[in-house]
């Protein structure tokens, strides 16, 4: 099922958010960016500076805290297949596309409890 990420109606990108855990009120999956992405890149760019893979033991505490800060000032929305808004807890884009076999994920955490029974009722493909 395709959601889209919008800033303010602009299209950020899509996914198909394939890995659901409902009891966790959390879905992911592959990010496909969209021509609104540059709008955003530099926020998401800044938590992968953060929090590298290439280097798991290391955490910049000081560029995590302007991520989170300016993430959330983002007011990202995400849209199910129908048009509607879901509301949301938080949303991540983990971008690591710089990094040797990277690639973009979206995570959301969903607390709406109408979003998971469509979602369970919808047929997997």
């Known amino acids: 099922m395709r959601h889209t990420l919008r800033l303010h109606g602009v299209v950020v990108g899509w996914s198909d958010l394939e890995r659901i855990e409902p009891d966790l009120g959390r879905a992911r999956g592959l990010f496909r960016p969209g021509v609104g992405y540059g709008l ?15 280097d798991a033991g290391t955490r910049d505490e000081a560029k995590l ?22 509301p949301t807890s938080a949303i991540h884009i983990a971008d690591y596309r710089s990094e040797a076999g990277g690639n973009c994920e979206l995570d959301v955490l969903i ?10 009722l919808v047929p997997s493909s």
């Open 40 to 54: 955003v890149q530099p926020v998401f760019r800044l938590f992968a500076e953060a929090v590298p893979r290439s």
């Open 111 to 120: 607390a709406d409890v109408e979003y998971w029974r469509r979602r369970s």
């Open 65 to 86: 805290a302007r991520y989170y800060k300016s993430r959330d000032a983002l007011k990202l929305e995400l849209v199910d297949a129908s048009g509607r808004i879901i």
